[in-house]
Each structure stands twice: as structure tokens, then as C-alpha cells.
């Protein structure tokens, strides 16, 4: 496919970008992303740390929406890290079924129990190189906890934000290792855990996998991906998605009535990857990142 001539401009036009050019960029486009989506936080409904290093664990491979549908009647019936240790694995696979994997995250779960008992007095540990030794915990769910439940700034990198952080040209890199410590060195401490959040709703609602909606994008001056989807103010429009998708249109400098009611009401782009590590033991074919 012939690559859009909007979009090899914008290529050419940060093509002698110094590495402090880059991060003083970067910054700026995480200033306007915070403006963007005031509304930007952690999808996974939790009410104390465990809740939120399993709800995590259980992201993998499905939809924040679908954890949620089961994290209820879950955090009802196992409330302590003694209680997953403790489970019947028949039952927490009933449960869990409706996730995907239920068989891996079950073996998951009641592996955290164990280990929290043994190694941290049931409780979840505050520390990165802790957390990343627990079934089920690598350092996406790391960092999802500690920035979420204890406070502890962390950039969690998901699907979204690999491809925005690639199409930003503030990494040219796939490992998302790798990626978290490029942009670590870009966007200061403070922000890392809501930036994270912002760049995966502008993923979700805006900088989509196929089509970006480039046209009605906050970001447009400043990426050098401008152009990979369409430029156009009414092509574009009708690409944001979610409840905020006149908002969206708004701030970008576009007239909200392009926006089609169904934008407003269509189901945001959900994850294709997880993210949560891989489970302590995994389903045989189960794919890569399970």
C-alpha cells in the first residue's frame, strides 16, 4: 500500500529531530493528552490492592468490561489472599470462565494466594521486584498496581500504547520493556501512571489500530504519523469512538455534528494483547503473553 502523502510529510517534518527535540515534544504531547481525556483512569473496577493484581491478571486476552462482569461475585467469595490460596479449583474456574484462560488464571490465582502467604503475610507487596516474583505478575500488572493502588508512578505498556508511543516517533521499538524505559526517560516521574491511562483511551477512541482518526486529533501538529489515517474533518470525525466523541471533535477544532450518534454510543477499541504477565502455568496453545 502506497503510504499516504500526508503522512510521509509529516514523517520528513520531525526527520532531523535531536533526542532533545524529541523529549521536549513528547512532553508537549503529553500535556495536550491530559487535556484531551480529562476523564483518562484505571477501567478495572478494584477496592483495595489484591482486587487490582487479580483483576489485572484477568485482563489478559479479554476486555476490562468482561473483568468487571466477573470480578464481583469473585472478590465476594475470595476476599484475602488466604481465600485464593485456599480455593477450589473447580469453582474458581466456573467463575473465571467467561475470561478466557480460565484454567491458566485459576492456576494464577491460587498460586498469588500461596505465594503472598509464604513470602509477604497475605499482603501485596510495594515494591516492583517483588511483585514481579508473584504467579501471574510481570511488570505490566506491576506497574498497574503500584501506580494504581499504592501510588507509585509506572508505565504500563499494552497494545495502545506500544503502537501510539511507535507512531508518536517517541520510540522506534516493539519490546515493551524497552518501551517503558525509552519513554521513561521522555515524560517526567509524576506523569508516568496517567499517561499511561491517556494514551490508551487516545488508543481507544481516536489513534485506532486500522484507522487513525488523524483529522480530528488533538495531536495532529505534533506526530509525525499525520496521515496515516484520514486528514479530512468529516472522514475523520465519524472515527472517534465512546462517550466523550464529541468532545474529542471539539478540541481538535472540528464541528461536533460530524460526529455520527452511534460514535458516541460504539463500544471503545478493546485490548487484542494482555495485559497482565504470563500465568504461573499456561494452557497448552495458549498464545504468546498467556
Known amino acids: 500500500m502506497t503510504r499516504p502523502r500526508a503522512a510521509t510529510l509529516a514523517t520528513k517534518r520531525f526527520a532531523g529531530e535531536t533526542a532533545l527535540g524529541r523529549k521536549r515534544r513528547a512532553r508537549r504531547m503529553a500535556r495536550v493528552l491530559a487535556d484531551t481525556h480529562p476523564d483518562a483512569h484505571c477501567e478495572l473496577d478494584f477496592t483495595n490492592p489484591l482486587e487490582l493484581a487479580v483483576a489485572t491478571i484477568l485482563s489478559a486476552q479479554t476486555t476490562d468490561v468482561r473483568v468487571n462482569q466477573v470480578t464481583p461475585e469473585l472478590f465476594r467469595k475470595y476476599r484475602s489472599a488466604a481465600d485464593y490460596a485456599a480455593a477450589d479449583r473447580a469453582e474458581m474456574e466456573t467463575l473465571l470462565r467467561p475470561t478466557g484462560f480460565f484454567r491458566a488464571k485459576t492456576n494464577s490465582l491460587i498460586g498469588l494466594g500461596q505465594a503472598l502467604l ?51 516517533g517517541w520510540v522506534d521499538e516493539q519490546d515493551e520493556v524497552k518501551i517503558e524505559f525509552l519513554v521513561a526517560d521522555l515524560i517526567e516521574k509524576r506523569d508516568w501512571t496517567m499517561l499511561s491511562h491517556r494514551v490508551i483511551f487516545h488508543g481507544r477512541r481516536v489513534c485506532h489500530a486500522r484507522t487513525p482518526a488523524c483529522g480530528a486529533c488533538t495531536l495532529a501538529a505534533m506526530c509525525p504519523s ?36 452511534s460514535a458516541v454510543l460504539a463500544p471503545e477499541e478493546s485490548e487484542s494483547e494482555p495485559v497482565a504477565a504470563a500465568p504461573a502455568t499456561p494452557l497448552s496453545g495458549a498464545p504468546e503473553g498467556m
Not at 234 to 255: E, H, T
Open 118 to 168: 509464604e513470602r509477604h503475610d497475605g499482603q501485596i507487596p510495594r515494591k516492583l521486584e517483588q511483585l514481579v516474583k508473584l504467579p501471574g505478575i510481570g511488570r505490566k500488572t506491576a506497574n498497574v498496581v503500584l501506580g494504581n493502588a499504592f501510588g507509585v508512578p509506572g508505565i504500563t505498556v499494552d497494545t495502545h500504547f506500544r503502537r501510539l508511543t511507535n507512531r508518536f
Open 226 to 261: 499525520y496521515g496515516t489515517g484520514p486528514t479530512e474533518a468529516a472522514p475523520a470525525a465519524k472515527l472517534l469512538k465512546g462517550p466523550r466523541a464529541r468532545d474529542l471533535a471539539v478540541a481538535a477544532g472540528v464541528d461536533p455534528d460530524l460526529v455520527p450518534a
